[in-house]
């Protein structure tokens, strides 16, 4: 009987870790290539996330990526003319391969912004 124990609890074990999810982590990198190492995540994180907070034209020039575990993980973004921020939520193994689609809006909020500027500075000749 406490052979059979014995073999139910390390086929437990074996179970639990095979069904961790598992997340690309970095902390504070400038570029997403070095953002790809594969991590197994504890038992009680449920998401993947990616941070990137950066500054610039609609680039990742000046970006910051930090990618993790989590056990909660809420989106946000924010675009100010060249500023950007977001934060990205998966959740499925290795999810989060990109550090762009926290900040794919960049692209169409600078385009919005550089309208409207030429716009005003027509009006103003």
């Known amino acids: 009987m406490a052979n059979y124990s014995s073999v139910l609890i390390l086929i437990a074990l074996c179970v639990g870790s095979a069904l961790s999810l598992r997340c690309y982590t970095c902390k504070s990198q400038k570029t997403n290539t070095n953002c790809m190492t594969a991590t197994n995540c504890s038992s009680s994180s449920s998401s993947c996330m990616?941070?990137?907070?950066?500054?610039?034209?609609?680039?990742?020039?000046?970006?910051?990526?930090?990618?993790?575990?989590?056990?909660?993980?809420?989106?946000?973004?924010?675009?100010?003319?060249?500023?950007?921020?977001?934060?990205?939520?998966?959740?499925?193994?290795?999810?989060?391969?990109?550090?762009?689609?926290?900040?794919?809006?960049?692209?169409?909020?600078?385009?919005?912004?550089?309208g409207l500027l030429g716009v005003l500075l027509k009006e103003n000749l």
């Open 50 to 114: 990616t941070s990137v907070v950066g500054g610039g034209l609609g680039s990742l020039s000046g970006a910051t990526i930090d990618k993790s575990c989590t056990d909660t993980c809420t989106e946000t973004g924010m675009n100010i003319v060249i500023f950007n921020s977001g934060v990205s939520c998966c959740y499925t193994d290795l999810c989060n391969v990109s550090g762009a689609s926290s900040v794919k809006s960049t692209y169409t909020i600078l385009a919005g912004v550089l």
